[in-house]
């Protein structure tokens, strides 16, 4: 049923890593699937922002983002699956969105994180592709 299935992996919460990927893997292996690993390092869009942080900031953060993925997917990818890992640059929503639209995905998963009162159900990057994306989206909940 899904032929490429894109996970959204935050790579600043390594506890998730044992709660979405497993996920992820599983309906991969039950589909006979790719699996397409994004990460995304938010851009400092505002100047304000950005200018408390060195100019090759984002450039560093990418590359070791890079790292990191490389490493947690030769530490917990399953051998019998095809797992591609990518990180790009931006809005966290927004990147998701065109990473699986670019890849040809037609499955998203990734992790509601823990939602406060105003987010109601959903965090606001998990919300936002839920709402915009062409895909089908599986949330992965946890306590």
Request: charged share 20%; net charge neutral.
């Amino acid at each position: 049923m899904f032929k490429k299935i894109l996970l959204a992996l935050d790579l600043g919460d390594p506890a998730s890593y044992n709660r979405v990927l497993p996920v992820a893997q599983d309906l991969a292996e039950r589909h006979n699937s790719e699996l397409h690993v994004l990460s995304v390092v938010p851009s400092y869009t505002m100047p304000i922002v950005g200018s408390f942080f060195p100019d090759d900031f984002e450039v560093k953060a990418v590359m070791a983002a890079k790292q990191t993925l490389a490493k947690v997917l030769s530490n917990e990818a399953r051998p019998s699956l095809m797992v591609k890992g990518h990180v790009v640059n931006g809005s966290i929503y927004e990147e998701i969105i065109k990473g699986a639209d670019t890849l040809g995905c037609d499955l998203i998963i990734m992790e509601a994180h823990r939602p406060e009162f105003k987010d109601f159900l959903l965090g606001p990057n998990a919300a936002r592709v839920v709402r915009h994306a062409k895909q089908s989206v599986f949330v992965v909940r946890h306590n």
